[in-house]
């Protein structure tokens, strides 16, 4: 079910594989594992999480992930978005718990729930600090303070294997802020990509372009241009048998 070809040794580690079958993979510049492309893509998506976290509104109310309301009239609603105020929670976990209510039923959250925007953030801030052997930012700051401290450490990052799982862990934050941020998309299926040394397949959520004709996962970065679109409608056909 994955046909990605495998990845030279000399390529840059965050490109997406060639689209078309014998295209040449995007090479690493000299003394760097990323393209420069891939460092300037990385700088702007962490101007997009800034722009975006500052334009979130709790109060918006209920539009949750797929920007829609759900079904009206069943229980009461809080007057602000669940979804976005765990984004700006700091205390927010990517863990499901699982807990016995007082009502005796087994209650489960969301296995899959939103991520929270600082503490992804400050955790790849401390990842690089202790891979580089300086010292991470201070408690308490900001989520624009983070997003400059990781920007200024782009040269070495994108010079370490680490830029994967921070990279990954920046498109994951900005395909969860766009639809609470006003970007409406449509969801057609969890991506059944296959990570590199990956255990699992990604199965992020996947949405229709809005622009373009390439189907992007916002989490592993794989894509899918049209002429390959038939051929991701039976991959998740499949995942969702």
């Known amino acids: ?19 078309e079958e014998g295209k040449p993979w995007r090479l690493a510049d000299d003394s760097y594992v990323t393209c420069s ?9 962490l101007k997009d999480i800034t722009k975006r976290y500052t334009a979130l509104n709790p109060a918006l109310g209920g539009t949750g ?35 016995v209510g007082a009502d005796g039923r087994v209650h489960q959250e969301p296995e899959r729930p939103p991520l929270s925007v600082w503490s ?3 955790g790849a801030a401390w990842a690089i600090a202790e891979e580089r052997g ?7 700051v900001t989520v624009q303070t983070l997003t ?11 010079r370490n294997p680490l830029v994967i799982d921070v990279a990954r862990d920046l498109r994951a934050l900005v395909a969860q802020l766009r639809p609470a941020t006003g970007e409406t998309r449509a969801f057609i299926g969890l991506c059944p990509n296959l990570p590199e040394n990956a255990e699992q397949e990604c199965q992020a959520r996947l949405y229709a372009p809005t622009k373009g004709d390439t189907i992007r996962c916002g989490a592993c970065g794989r ?5 390959t679109w038939e051929r991701l409608g039976q991959m998740l056909q499949a995942g969702a048998a």
């Open 1 to 19: 079910m994955h046909d990605t070809p495998e990845r030279p040794s000399n390529a840059c580690i965050t490109c997406p594989p060639p689209r």
């Open 120 to 122: 992804v953030l400050d």
């Open 223 to 227: 894509e899918w241009a049209r002429p």
């Open 65 to 99: 992930e797929s920007g829609s309301r759900g079904a009206p009239g069943f229980g009461s609603r809080p007057p602000a978005s669940d979804h976005i105020i765990t984004m700006t929670d700091r205390r927010s976990s990517s863990v499901a718990r699982v807990w």
């Open 148 to 158: 400059r401290w990781i920007d200024n450490q782009l040269d070495w990052l994108t």
């Open 134 to 140: 300086i010292d991470g930012p201070p408690p308490d």
């Open 37 to 45: 492309g891939c460092y300037d893509k990385i700088r702007e998506t």
